[in-house]
């Protein structure tokens, strides 16, 4: 689904800020992986996400998705395949918008946008199913600006909106880590039944090295802009979180200190 | 009075295409400052020139459309920022308003204007009105056409395409992150929007009877200080209401102009005291309505997350 060969990125290239955001990143990530992804901070796990979606170019090296080299396009095409959601519950949806129009927006994703409305009875009775699904009775607010949800209401409908159009991927940047704990869980066990359900390819970002290991078949690790680590499935299962310590510190020669959650 | 009301639906057009780039889009386009006085050109030479003045008013907005995509494409394609485009876009109208005039106003109080011509087509002959029942003729057909071009704006922001032009002003790395390429929803809503206000400037030259290239100087302010009277009282409460309060804040704002020119009040204050006004009403809600605003929107998530009362 996913196969990155020999990527580079820098940032800042050639200056005393010289960043080697990914170096060398190579990985072959298979359709209908769920992968989790771990890493100390600055590691290169968002820039690894950023290069696939296209918000960032690489300077090096090519990216396939699903079987087509996308290197070279601009994000906005690569988007019919690709669902994503930031850590910020500000960024994956727009605030002074309904939840209807938003999810319209996302429903189209991939079309073409014409001169058809928006918001017409049949999708409106096919956003409150998708929203139902939720549990948050946001399938009765849908005339609600989006400003006025929870942190956590926003991405769980940022999770709707990413999922609604069916894509093949979906890329999650630590998509619980600004919400409270109870709406962490809730957003968490969404995705996971999301992505079960539309048997969707997944790659997540997280800080909580106990969900990195409940959820998903396969685990990866980075560090400087490299795989330190890949945990596939029956590895993965046994492990336990000072387990996956260990082994950071013995693949990457250095201690573990960044914030990682350790709950 | 009806002077008044007749400016402001004229200018109307006008606040609608600020509203578009500034207030929905999120974009400070300065081309309008150039493209008001550029559909009059168009449209003062198209009419000396034997056009009919329906189609010179369109070939007006047309040519302000134009104009808008100058600033467009400078922006998204050349990676100029938006305020300089627009400079340059106006300071490139200014060349081609002098060369299209071949000077810098054109009289046209000889030439069957626009309104004269819409009577026409209904039957009537403007010649024999009364100087009032012509005012309120020439309202009447502005009315008419605001309104229609109020329910169209309406119409379009609400289709597939129109969303995208709202959520780019409001998210843009969502929209695109959903497939859509905003330079071509910036580029389109810069076109639409410079349309509008070249037809305003196309109409402004109609009913005065001339067209000149100093008539652009502060209609900018004007207009966004229309927009600004139409937020206050009708803003916040959706699109609709927004699209409708504008137009009339335009009404508003021209009435006291025209009042205040009845009143002799000095006519060569006025641009500056709107420009204290527009920063007043930027300045004096940010420091006050401040906490307002918070306990509002703090009212609006109690009521509004039943779901997770815990959190
Ligand atoms: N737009 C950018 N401009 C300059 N440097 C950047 C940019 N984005 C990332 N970097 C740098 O690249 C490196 C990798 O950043 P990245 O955001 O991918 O790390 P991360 O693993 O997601 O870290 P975190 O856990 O803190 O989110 C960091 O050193 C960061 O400072
Ligand atoms: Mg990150």
Known sequence: MIKLKHVYKIFFPNTANEVLALNDMNIEINPGDFVTIIGSNGAGKSTFLKVISGIETVDEGTIEVAGQNVTGDPEYKRAKYIGRIDQDPMASTASEMTIEENLAMAYMRGKRRGLHQGINAERKQMFQEALADTGLGLEKRLQVPVRTLSGGQRQALA???????????????????????KAAKQVMDMTHKIVAVKKLTALMITHNMEQAIQFGNRLIMMHRGRIILDIGQEEKARLTVSQLIEQFTAASGTAFADRVLLS | MT?????????????????LT???????????EGTFPLGAAVTAKAVVEGVDPIMAVILGGLAGALAGASTGLMHTKLNVNNILAGILTTSGIYTVMLRTMGRPNIPLLAHTNFFDWVFMMVGLSSENFSFLQ????????????????????????????????????????MIRSLGVNTDHTKLLTLMISNFLVAFSGALACQSQGFADVGMGIGVLVAAIASVMVGEMF??????????????????IYRTLLAIGIRLNLPAED????????????????????????????????????????ND
């Open chain 1, 159 to 181: 999770l709707v909106m990413a999922t609604i159009a069916e894509p093949k991927l979906l890329l999650l940047d630590e998509h619980t880590a600004a919400l409270d704990p």
């Open chain 2, 234 to 251: 009708f803003g916040h409460k959706g699109l609709s209401r927004l699209l409708t309060g504008v137009i009339l804040g335009s009404v």
């Open chain 2, 134 to 173: 012509y005012q309120v003729g020439t309202i009447l057909i502005l009315l008419v056409m605001v309104t229609a071009v109020r329910a169209g704006m309406g119409w379009f922001l609400g289709t597939d395409l129109g969303l995208t032009i709202r959520s780019t002003g409001n998210n843009e790395g």
């Open chain 2, 22 to 32: 500034f207030r929905i889009l999120g974009f400070p386009d300065l081309t309008v």
């Open chain 2, 3 to 19: 002077t008044g009301m007749q400016q402001g639906l004229i200018y109307g057009f006008m606040a609608l295409g600020v509203l």
């Open chain 2, 270 to 309: 006025f641009k500056m005291v709107t420009a204290l006004l527009v920063l007043a009403a930027l300045v004096l809600p940010n420091l006050k309505i401040k906490s307002k605003k918070t306990k509002v929107s703090e009212k609006i998530r109690l009521s509004g997350c039943g779901g997770d009362k």
